[in-house]
Every structure is written in C-alpha cells, then in structure tokens.
C-alpha cells in the first residue's frame, strides 16, 4: 500500500511538471528603481544565451520596430543608453540602445537588449543558465506576446551611439514612422 502511494505521489508530481511546461510563464517586467534589487538578487547567476537561439518572427523583425513592440507590452525599458552614459566605467562602445530586464515564474532572471540599436534584426537574450530548459518556452510566450495585440506599436525615443559609425543617433517611433537620426551628443 505504501509502495501504491508513492508511485501514485509521484505520478502527480511528474504529470503536473510536464502540464506546466506547456502553460505561459508568468513574465514581469523589472522597473528603473527596482534594478539594483534585481542585481543583488541575482548576483551570482551564470548568464548564458544558449537555449534561447531557437529562431522565431521576432529574430526577423527590425530591432526598431520590436522596440515599439516591447514599449507597447511592457512600457519603458529597464534602462537605457541615457541611464548608464554618467556612471564611473561608461564606456560608450559598450553601450545599448535599451534593455528590459525581467523575472519569469518569480526565479528566473531574463535580460533582453538591442544587438546594434536601430540597425540590425532582433534582440539578444540572456537568462540563468540553470534555467536553460525554460527559454525556449519564454521566447515563445514572447514571440506571441510582441506579435499580438500586446505588442502592437508604441511610441517611444531613445538615444544610441554606434562606435563603428562614431555616431550618436536620436531613434524614434513617432507618428507612424520609424526613424534613426544623426544627432551630435545628447545632453543627459
């Protein structure tokens, strides 16, 4: 009898971890004032992009326009290029047009940044390695989420400065229109 209740125990348990891997992971957006939270939370995370290469529509979608698409579905980004140019250690060749940093299932820590700013084609992923099973599922939940109503446009502006142009850009969804404007340094 013993033996019966701990096969039907973990039956259960292993039925209710393959359903959930089929369910949406909640995903929640880490705001401005929440990120040195998030840092120390997370602080010794081994980050890794493996497991989210599979190729979706948003891997074909200028990063511009998906930019419009995440301010659509989450608002603001976590941080932008005009957060960071003040800090000590700001080097601009390093720098990002945005990134949205985000907590998935309340354990797993995701960032999601531009690779080129307004110049290239999807966004690069990064999440804890010991989580590397769950990104396939997360990047499919938001290829839905950014292809869907949630993402439809959005206004928004942000600053990028491309070190192999030696250019600062002002980049805009405005009025319809995408658009990538030389600009001479921003005051921040």
């Not at 989210?52 to 698409?69: A, F, H, K, M, V």
């Not at 980004?77 to 700001?90: H, K, S």
């Not at 999807?122 to 290829?143: C, E, H, W």
């Amino acid at each position: 009898m013993k033996k019966t209740g701990l096969t039907l125990l973990f039956s259960l348990v292993w039925l209710s971890t393959a359903f959930a891997q089929f369910e949406d992971p909640q995903i929640r957006k880490v705001e401005y004032n929440e990120r040195s939270q998030f840092q120390q939370r997370f602080a010794d995370i081994n980050w890794t992009g493996q497991g989210l290469y599979n190729p979706t529509t948003i891997d074909r979608i200028p990063t511009i326009e998906l930019r419009s698409r995440l301010q659509a579905a989450f608002g603001n980004p976590t941080q932008t290029i005009a957060d960071l140019i003040n800090a000590n250690n700001f080097r601009p060749g390093k720098a990002i047009q945005f990134e949205y940093w985000f907590i998935i299932d309340d354990e797993m820590p995701l960032m999601i940044l531009d690779l080129d700013g307004p110049f290239e084609n999807g966004l690069v992923y990064v999440g804890a390695s010991r989580f590397i099973d769950m990104m396939p599922q997360v990047k499919r939940t938001l290829n839905r989420m950014l292809m869907g109503e949630e993402g439809n446009p959005a206004e928004f502006s942000d600053y990028f400065f491309s070190p192999e142009r030696d250019q600062w850009y002002l980049v805009q969804y405005k009025d319809g229109e995408y658009t990538r404007e030389m600009i001479s340094r921003p005051r921040f």
